[in-house]
């Protein structure tokens, strides 16, 4: 991280635990309710404690991804108790979109982290409205973004686990396959279920 170098395998231990047990129980009963499988968490750069996970809310709000919707929660916590952005990590746990992306951006953050890429969700989970976006609104061709820029540096969760040295790194593609599977299921649920709900871009 822009603060930590990306981190290494206790990081990616703690990101994949996180997504695990904190977004991903939020996303199953979020699917259930008729909403997509995206999610994310803000954890304190200090101690990576979790300051709060949230999961995708379009059945309520279109603009309510994974990520918005974090924020908007982050936002109505008690501004005694809620950390600067700055000493903060930002999980998703797919690529941020195009409306992710600013909204981080204009959140405050120094950084962020993602397990599934763009190309994931088009091809993996049939979603391909991150590349047609960022190709019909702003003219770039996939991965045509600055990953790293003034503002931010953002983080592949498979890329981090690729420079770790074994037997930590199968171990941690061992997770990272583990919850491809289960994520994998989750959308199977959601595009079952999409054709009667009115997600503008379901
Ligand atoms: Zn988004």
């Known amino acids: 991280m822009s603060g930590g170098g990306g981190?290494?395998?206790?990081?990616?231990?703690?990101?994949?635990?996180v997504i695990e047990d904190d977004?991903?129980?939020?996303?199953?009963?979020g699917v259930a309710r008729g909403n997509k499988i995206f999610g994310a968490a803000i954890?304190?750069?200090?101690?990576?404690?979790?300051v709060l996970a949230e999961a995708n809310n379009e059945i309520e709000n279109p603009l309510w991804h994974g990520e918005v919707h974090a924020l908007k929660r982050f936002h109505e916590l008690p501004e005694a108790g809620r950390?600067?952005?700055?000493?903060?990590?930002?999980?998703?746990?797919?690529?941020?979109c195009p409306l992710c992306l600013?909204?981080?951006?204009?959140?405050?953050?120094?950084?962020?982290?993602?397990?599934f890429s763009h190309a994931d969700s088009r091809d993996a989970f049939a979603i391909p409205h991150d590349l047609r976006i960022l190709r019909e609104v702003f003219g770039l061709e996939p991965g045509g973004y600055n990953a790293r820029n003034a503002y931010w540096t953002s983080y592949a969760i498979?890329?981090?686990v690729a420079g770790i040295p074994s037997p930590?790194?199968?171990?941690?593609?061992?997770?990272?396959?583990?919850?491809?599977?289960?994520y994998r299921a989750l959308s199977h649920r959601y595009q079952k279920s999409k054709a009667g709900n009115a997600i503008p871009l379901n």
């Open 83 to 96: 950390p600067d952005p700055k000493d903060c990590l930002f999980l998703a746990t797919h690529e941020p």
């Open 23 to 29: 977004i991903l129980p939020l996303t199953e009963a």
């Open 7 to 17: 981190g290494g395998a206790p990081l990616v231990e703690r990101l994949l635990d």
């Open 168 to 182: 930590e790194r199968q171990r941690l593609q061992n997770r990272i396959d583990e919850l491809t599977a289960k």
């Open 102 to 115: 600013s909204a981080i951006t204009w959140a405050g953050y120094d950084n962020f982290y993602y397990l």
């Open 43 to 50: 954890l304190q750069k200090s101690d990576r404690s979790l």
């Open 158 to 160: 498979p890329l981090l």
